[in-house]
Nanobody
Framework: QVQLVESGGGLVQPGGSLTLSCAVS????????MDWYRQAPGKERELVAT????????NYADSVKGRFTISRDVDKNTVYLQMNDVKSEDTAVYYC?????WGQGTQVTVSS
């Protein structure tokens, strides 16, 4: 059974850092493209970051480029989103995604 379980969200101050995790079961992250999306209140869900199969390439939304990093741990079958220098506009529910499967989401709130 394919399952994505996010964790690591919480309250963080502007300029701070946070790492989100997505524990994957049912398939190998090493051989599959994985995404992080986010959805802020009243806004559409948007793509934040992508890592291709075998980690060949990563892509980022312009709004997070240079601040966020997507990565994976093959042994733990987990995908991460390292968030640095966070801003208030990064406040959203963050979702892990693969093909037709979504995680339940984890809330990130950036506030002083």
């Amino acid at each position: 059974q394919v399952q994505l379980v996010e964790s690591g969200g919480g309250l963080v101050q502007p300029g701070g850092s946070l790492t989100l995790s997505c524990a994957v079961s049912g398939f190998a992250v090493s051989r599959n493209l994985m995404d992080w999306y986010r959805q802020a209140p009243g806004k559409e869900r948007e793509l934040v970051a992508t890592i291709t199969s075998y980690g060949i390439a990563t892509n980022y939304a312009d709004s997070v480029k240079g601040r966020f990093t997507i990565s994976r741990d093959v042994d733990k079958n987990t995908v991460y989103l390292q968030m640095n220098d966070v801003k208030s506009e990064d406040t959203a529910v963050y979702y892990c995604h693969h093909f037709r499967t979504w995680g339940q989401g984890t809330q990130v709130t950036v506030s002083s």
